[in-house]
């Protein structure tokens, strides 16, 4: 017996000695009656002997040793330990310890408690590693809120690029009174898109009408499309046919967009509209085929005779040509233009909406106003969709031939 309790006795000792965890056990009154080699280097002993007596008010902040002292108490009136107790403690000398605390009663043979036992594991690299995280989190947040009032920004910014006003003919007309009607929807999927139309005035009957969709989402297709809308501005007035128009609009894009960092390109329709005489030219880079409502005899179907012979889209060739189609729209024609996100979206079966549902959709809907047309061509694709809604970004343009322009207007 005397053997085992030896023996016990000792693997108590290496136990106490050689723990890294602090060990220590206190009389009713918080002193220490014996610490293992860890607590004492702790506390700034050069041996567990030298803190017999002492107690937490003679090492830590008195806040820190309130609390410690107030939990021992507590423990010895219940009876009860505390398990896990995180504690954030100051030294005397201003060194921040974490340490993961157990407390329990130290009781006697005969079951009295005479104190408390502790056991306290260092978990200050962790929690000082922790902190850091949060202050990281907490930067993180910061920049994602600027980049997010950036987009918020950017979308603002890009909603300029948009017809507010469309040209009216004759000049000075009112806008009801217009011999040609335009009306476009923009809808994108995030909060900036790749999708861009523009209508410009190039002479007295003539009008231009550029549509393009840029590869991708978010903010790297919306610089693509901040791009191309300064390129256009002046391009649209220096050259009136489309074809050529897109060949130059490629070159133009190509050293910028084809760079080693870069790799954007973009789908595009160009079409340009003479209101006196009713002959639409258009040329077609990638981009899906436009539709050819014909009002006046209730049908629709696309403004070219298929396959339409499309150009690559653009910045992807340097040997890229476009050729120049042309069509005619009698009083009562539209020629409509869409970004491909209009009829790629499925149903719940996995079926894709696709390019012929949406001409038969037009055709249901041929014989309403344009600025109705598009919104029920929307609207049935939505109720399509397994969603409800549209995964990409979806954009549509339209003119309408009210009327032929009054003789004596000239063209240029």
């Not at 309130?66 to 423990?75: G, L």
């Not at 300029?160 to 006003?165: G, L, V």
Request: aromatic share 8%; net charge negative; charged share 25%.
């Amino acid at each position: 017996m005397s053997e085992i309790s030896y023996s016990t006795r000792v693997l108590l000792k290496n136990l106490m000695e050689n723990m890294a965890d602090k060990i220590y056990l206190k009389d009713l009154q918080s002193r220490f009656i014996l610490v293992n080699k860890s607590t004492a280097q702790t506390l700034g002993y050069a041996s567990p002997e030298e803190a017999v007596g002492k107690c937490d008010f003679d090492h830590f902040h008195e806040e820190d040793a309130r609390r410690k002292f107030a939990d021992e108490q507590t423990i010895i009136k219940s009876g009860k330990s505390l398990v896990g107790l995180e504690e954030r403690s100051t030294m005397g000398d201003g060194r921040v310890i974490w340490t993961s605390t157990s407390k329990m009663p130290l009781m006697d043979k005969a079951g009295q408690v005479v104190g408390t036992c502790g056991i306290s594991r260092d978990i200050t690299q962790f929690k000082e590693a922790e902190v850091q995280a949060e202050r990281y989190a907490e930067e993180i947040r910061r920049i994602n809120e600027g980049l997010e009032q950036d987009v918020l920004m950017a979308a603002e910014l890009q909603k300029t690029f948009f017809p507010h006003s469309y040209p009216v003919f004759p000049e000075g007309a009112r806008p009801e009174e217009s011999a040609v009607q335009f009306h476009h929807h923009y809808h994108p999927s995030g909060t900036v898109s790749g999708d861009f139309c523009a209508v410009r005035r190039l002479s007295k009957t003539k009008c231009g009408v550029l549509q393009c969709d840029v590869m991708g989402h978010g903010v790297r297709a919306a610089l693509g499309t901040a791009l191309i809308c300064a390129i256009i501005e002046e391009l649209m007035h220096q050259e009136h046919n489309p074809g050529r128009f897109l060949d130059r609009l490629n070159q133009t894009l190509l050293p910028i967009l084809r760079q080693e960092d870069i790799f954007l390109y973009a789908t595009a329709c160009y079409m340009v509209y003479d209101a006196k005489t009713g002959q639409v030219d258009f040329a077609n880079a990638g981009h899906p085929t436009p539709l050819c409502i014909r009002g006046s005899e209730g049908k629709a179907e696309w403004l070219t005779d298929e396959p339409s012979p499309h150009g690559p889209a653009l910045a992807i060739a340097e040997d890229a040509s476009y050729q120049t189609m042309t069509a005619m729209l009698q009083p009562g024609d539209t020629a409509l233009m869409f970004t491909d996100g209009l009829y790629e979206v499925e149903s719940a079966a996995g079926e894709e909406f696709g390019e012929q549902r949406l001409l038969d959709t037009a055709r249901r809907h041929c014989r309403l106003p344009l600025q109705e047309i598009v919104p029920a061509l929307i609207n049935d694709v939505r109720h399509f969709s397994a969603t409800g809604e549209f995964d990409d970004d979806i954009c549509l343009v339209g003119l309408k031939n009210q009327r032929f322009m009054n003789e004596e207007v000239g063209s240029c």
